[in-house]
């Protein structure tokens, strides 16, 4: 009895199994439900995405047909929600925001918060797909003092939500589908990411039966960390910190080997691959793509690609196998687009939800699940005695 094995930041140990996503970090492999990440990315929607993580498998027309109807129903908030908005202070950390809204829901929502009543869990998990974009462009709108827009159930989720986020009631919105496409593969290759922080976080909440709203809400907060999803802002930060100084990546790079306090090459290395990020590679390939059609060149890409070149011919780098993770690239995208920079894991966020969710349902729907309760190596003081303060 008593005997427990250490594991810090579990690196060796499986939390859970699980049916939902595999990765192969040597191979750099991802593949949701058996179905390779390029394929999805190329071919699929998030919505369908939605459905394959939630449900185990790609939905027929029929099934795809109502699930969308049922999100696209969903989509506004409560009119008494609003006053959060306008609550926080407008400098607020999106992040925050949406955490702090997500986990509101389940005040607004008391009758579905059973997590084993099926159609309850059913209904929680539309409401959050349906309701994230709209929360996520109201703090963004609130941010910047322009009114609050009603979703428009009649367009594509993704459409939806860049028309929400930089509409105006004034005049109609123009969505160019190609960088509503770009977005939508975006939102499918963060879909999910098996046991990583942020969907740990969801299983452990959600382990002692809190329900979906709150355990989501816990993985909105873990995902902000700037190691976790909280890296893409990291990442836009620190390009634009070495353009300002001069584009010399060289040294950039140098202080990053020699270790400084606090300085990490942002959006490099990966705790599961031990090679490209298969995300990456198709990230990289849209930012050119995006840039171009929108005409918007940008520094920050050359200094992202010069510090990839130098980084994948550095021995440290090598040894260590470090490589462009997912948050390398999306930054400059999400900027040209025209999100603020600390907009962008809230962007992460959306598209992680279905992962969460999927992640959360089939941690209760299995009867063998226990309460998430790690144990501790103790090595505090032997037993003493309690001494009065007076003789301290
Ligand atoms: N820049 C410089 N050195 C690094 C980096 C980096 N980005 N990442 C790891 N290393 C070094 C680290 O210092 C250590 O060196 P040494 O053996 O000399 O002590 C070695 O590589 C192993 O690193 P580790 O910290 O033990 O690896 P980990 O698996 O615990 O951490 C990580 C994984 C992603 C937290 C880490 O690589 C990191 O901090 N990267 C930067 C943040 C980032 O981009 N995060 C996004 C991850 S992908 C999207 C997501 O999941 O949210």
């Not at 550095?314 to 025209?338: C, H, M, Q, S």
């Amino acid at each position: 009895t008593g005997y427990v094995t250490l594991d810090p930041g579990f690196v060796n140990t499986a939390s859970c199994a699980s049916a939902i996503t595999y990765i192969d970090g040597d191979a750099g492999i991802l593949r949701y439900r058996g179905y390779p990440i390029e394929e999805l990315a190329e071919h699929s929607s998030f919505i369908e995405v939605c459905y394959l993580l939630i449900y185990g498998e790609l939905p027929t027309a029929e099934q795809l047909g109502s699930f969308w109807e049922k999100v696209s129903q969903h989509t506004m908030l409560h009119e008494d929600f609003k006053s959060f908005f306008s609550g926080f202070p407008r400098d607020a950390h999106p992040m925050a925001v949406l955490a702090s809204a997500v986990g509101a829901l389940s005040t607004f929502y008391q009758d579905s918060l059973d997590p084993f009543d099926p159609e309850q869990v059913d209904i929680s998990s539309i409401r959050l797909i349906s309701k994230l974009p709209t929360i996520a462009a109201y703090a963004y709108k609130t941010s910047i003092g322009q009114p609050l827009l009603y979703p428009d159930n009649s367009l594509g989720y993704t459409e939806n939500f860049l028309r929400m986020t930089f509409g105006v009631p004034t005049q109609p919105y123009e969505i160019d589908p190609e960088i509503a496409r770009v977005l939508d593969m975006l939102f499918i290759l963060h879909a999910d990411h098996e046991q990583n922080c942020s969907t740990s976080t969801v299983r452990l909440v959600g382990s002692s039966q809190a329900n979906l709203f709150s355990s989501i809400s816990a993985g909105v907060n873990a995902l902000w960390g700037p190691l976790h999803g909280g890296a893409n802002q990291a990442v836009l930060e620190m390009l634009q910190n070495i353009h300002d100084s001069g584009d010399d990546v060289d040294t950039f790079v140098r202080r990053v080997k020699a270790k400084e306090p606090g300085l990490k090459l942002m959006g490099f290395g990966h705790r599961v691959y031990r090679n490209y990020d298969p995300r990456a590679t198709v990230v990289k390939q849209a930012t050119r793509k995006v840039l171009d059609r929108l005409g918007r060149p940008d520094p920050l890409l050359d200094v992202a690609m010069r510090l990839e070149e130098v980084a994948l011919s550095d021995d440290y780098f090598v040894e260590r196998k470090l490589y462009p993770n997912v948050d390398f690239y999306t930054g400059v995208i999400y900027k040209a687009l025209g999100f603020p920079t600390n907009a962008f894991t809230v962007l992460f966020a959306l598209g992680r939800l279905p992962g969460w969710i999927a992640q959360w349902r089939e941690m209760m729907s299995d009867s063998t699940t226990k309460i998430g309760r790690p144990r501790q190596v103790y090595v505090g003081p032997p037993e003493r005695s309690y001494v009065e303060v007076a003789e301290r």
